[in-house]
């Protein structure tokens, strides 16, 4: 598949402030640390450093934000993404906690990034979690419950069936549990303004630089087809988009596909009707159903990850049916947008984070299995940390966590993933 060098054609990209175009490398540089990938791991990681009186180069092969960083749901949920206490084994109890912790933390991150340097990118407050059976409702209690133990302070609220009128208009919902510490955004100016923030603290960004070659070593070669760039520690952040750069770290991440529609702007009182609160809304299926909406009242409806490599060749006819089965009284509204992308997607869920055995000045975060967008930011702290003060706590308990590669390579990878997601398919649907 040829991708384009330019952002999709997402009601992010028709909606995004500015979109300024960056020169390529065309010279030799040197720097302490050269960041691959200009998503929200590797501009984070970029500001992080650069706070710390790093000098950072960053180089990304597209465009800021062209990635998954770019086109995602826009959803600002905590959690890492996983259950991490089945991971007590590895990390210990301590670590769990901190983990858990982790999780909460890494969505104030954002919030903090965000109003410290007065970013625009339409943020709200208020999330809920969606269950498709009582079972899934009642486990919300439990989950509620463990939250207070954490110190969780955001509001949180069990809502039953026969009140969820009250976050959404579908009938189809078993209870929901609403968090008001979560919440959601327009993702794509969040790595834009990111960008900016980066930039004003001296780190210099080349778009449209593929990297050709890595030579490692005390200090790291990095080269491409008009410069070298000549750094000290060398971080990489292309998530499902590393390919054959890292062999090592491309074959623990799956590329999955994921895709959303968006809906014209929608009259204010159906708006209302379908999200009274402008929450954010998540289900529990195993091929998820995300949606909310946009500041011009679109419903942006995403879900229905694909682990083929192949996209559907209508994204709109797609997804516009699993949309209706939520909200059939959306039959006559039109979609004016879609798109797709690849997420990293780990076999445990759980995000890669760490240094590379046989290169240590080599750092990276990858696999965020559909919560980049708070764990992204916290990765580039724990990242930024260990660079600058040559050890991270947080990195070290991540680093603890092990991470299978899928087995086949490029060509069995995606074929065997599908088929295990397959039969949690057909587990749930029993």
């Known amino acids: 598949m040829i991708l384009s060098h330019d952002h999709a054609q997402s009601y992010y990209r028709a909606s995004a402030h500015a979109l300024p175009e960056r020169a390529a490398l065309g010279t030799d540089l040197s720097a302490d640390v050269c960041v691959i990938g200009g998503g929200f791991t590797g501009v984070n990681t970029a500001i992080e450093l650069a706070q710390r009186g790093l000098s950072v180069i960053l180089l990304e092969a597209r465009r800021i934000g062209w990635g998954a960083s770019g086109r995602n749901g826009g959803q600002l949920i905590r959690g890492i993404g996983h259950d991490v206490s089945g991971f007590a084994k590895y990390v210990g109890e301590q670590g769990v906690r901190y983990l858990e912790r982790a999780g909460i933390d890494s969505v104030a991150l954002v919030g903090q990034r965000i109003v410290e340097h007065g970013i625009d990118c339409d943020l709200r407050w208020g999330f809920c979690e969606l269950a498709n059976t009582p079972a899934q409702f009642a486990a919300f209690k439990g989950e509620q419950a463990h939250l207070a133990t954490l110190g969780y302070a955001p509001e949180t609220r069990l809502v039953g069936a026969q009140d969820m ?29 990111e960008a900016q923030v980066a930039e004003a603290l001296g780190v210099k960004i080349f778009e449209h630089t593929p990297v050709l070659e890595l030579i490692h070593g005390d200090t790291v070669q990095v080269r491409c087809a008009a410069g070298t760039v000549r750094a000290t520690h060398l971080v990489l952040a292309c998530n499902a988009h590393l390919e054959d750069l890292e062999p090592r770290l491309s074959g623990k991440v ?153 087995p086949g390579g490029k060509a069995l990878r995606s074929p065997l993933l599908a088929l295990g997601m397959l039969w949690y398919r057909l587990r749930e649907m029993l």
């Open 165 to 193: 009128a009250q976050v959404v208009g579908s009938t189809v919902y078993a209870g929901g549990l609403v968090d008001m510490g979560s919440g959601h955004l327009h993702p794509l100016n969040l790595v834009l303004g």
């Open 254 to 406: 799956l590329p999955a596909g994921s895709y959303i529609i968006a809906t014209e702007p929608l009259p204010e009182r159906v708006a209302q009707q379908l999200i009274p609160q402008n929450l954010a809304l998540c289900d529990q299926k195993v091929g998820l159903d995300y949606y909310r909406l946009s500041a011009d009242r679109r419903l942006l409806f995403g879900g229905a990850c694909h682990y083929s490599g192949r996209d559907p060749q209508d994204i709109a006819a797609y997804m516009r049916p699993k949309m209706l089965k939520v909200f059939p009284q959306l039959a006559s509204a039109a979609i004016e947008f879609q798109w797709g992308g690849k997420i990293g997607i780990t076999a445990n869920r759980f995000p890669q984070v760490g240094r590379l055995q046989q290169y240590p000045n080599v750092f990276y975060a990858q696999g965020y299995s559909g919560h980049g967008l708070n764990v992204t930011h916290l990765c580039a702290r724990l990242l930024a940390e260990a660079i600058h003060a040559g050890s991270s706590r947080g990195l070290d308990i991540f680093s603890q966590v092990p991470h299978m590669t899928f």
